[in-house]
């Protein structure tokens, strides 16, 4: 079964430092999502991207945070310059379309990033 | 967004049919309900997904009454492996070109004993 997956699976960073985290959705999926899970919080939206470009960002996803599609496989969250609070799980989402109206977003493993 | 509200927790012993139930009281027409687990350190997994009525997959039955302002995700026979966090999820996934975004609650953690 294709799988979304992630690497690293987990990178420790300096405060202002810059982080990018990837992921490579399944192909032939055209939507892409980035959360992030705080320890022991909820999961939380960050950005969806679709037809390469932004469709929808979250309150978090501040000018900090960028994503991109360098290569129609990768998608890459980009952090520009960490701060103590970005420690969390990031998980990549993907999902196919479909004109069933059903909607299933697979989840990456995630990366835990840890910024010291 | 419909907000939804859900038992913490719940502990069930091996074998046994777990029943979560989620509250929904403003769901929307066009709203679906969708379940995700999530095991530690692991992205959530879809389980299922449903409008109205009854659903049922290899994994889990959801329950939605014709008022659809709640749904029960069943799982028959639980064994050690479906410890896990259940999340319920209700939006509007018609809409928008991909923009639907899930937001999660805290979910009901569960706990299957020996």
């Known amino acids: 079964e294709p799988e979304v997956t992630q690497t690293p699976s987990h990178q420790v960073t300096q405060m202002g430092q810059e982080v990018i985290l990837r992921c490579v959705p399944i192909?032939?999926?055209?939507?892409f999502y980035w959360y992030r899970q705080i320890l022991g919080q909820k999961v939380e939206f960050l950005v969806s991207?679709?037809?390469?470009?932004?469709?929808?960002k979250s309150e978090i996803f501040d000018d900090q945070f960028s994503v991109e599609r360098p290569d129609g496989s990768n998608f890459t969250l980009k952090i520009r310059s960490t701060k103590l609070e970005d420690s969390a799980m990031y998980f990549c989402?993907?999902?196919?379309?479909?004109?069933?109206?059903?909607?299933?977003?697979?989840f990456g493993p995630g990366t835990r990033l840890t910024v010291l | 967004l419909a907000k939804t509200t859900q038992p913490i927790s719940m502990d069930s012993y091996e074998g046994q049919e777990v029943n979560i139930t989620c509250s929904h009281n403003?769901?929307?027409?066009?709203?679906?309900i969708t379940w995700y687990q999530q095991f530690p350190s692991q992205g959530p997994r879809f389980i299922i997904q449903?409008?109205?009525t009854k659903v049922t997959n290899e994994v889990a039955s959801l329950f939605i009454p014709a008022d659809r302002k709640s749904s029960t995700l069943s799982l028959p026979r639980v064994s050690l492996s479906d410890t896990a966090v259940y999340y319920c999820?209700?939006?509007?996934?018609?809409?928008?070109?991909?923009?639907?975004?899930?937001?999660f609650g805290k979910g009901t953690k569960l706990s299957v004993i020996p």
């Open positions: 449903g409008y109205k």
């Open positions: 999820l209700v939006g509007d996934i018609t809409s928008g070109a991909g923009s639907y975004q899930l937001t």
């Open positions: 403003n769901i929307a027409t066009n709203d679906y």
């Open positions: 991207f679709y037809n390469n470009e932004i469709s929808e």
């Open positions: 989402a993907s999902r196919p379309w479909t004109s069933d109206s059903t909607d299933t977003q697979y």
């Open positions: 192909s032939n999926h055209l939507y």
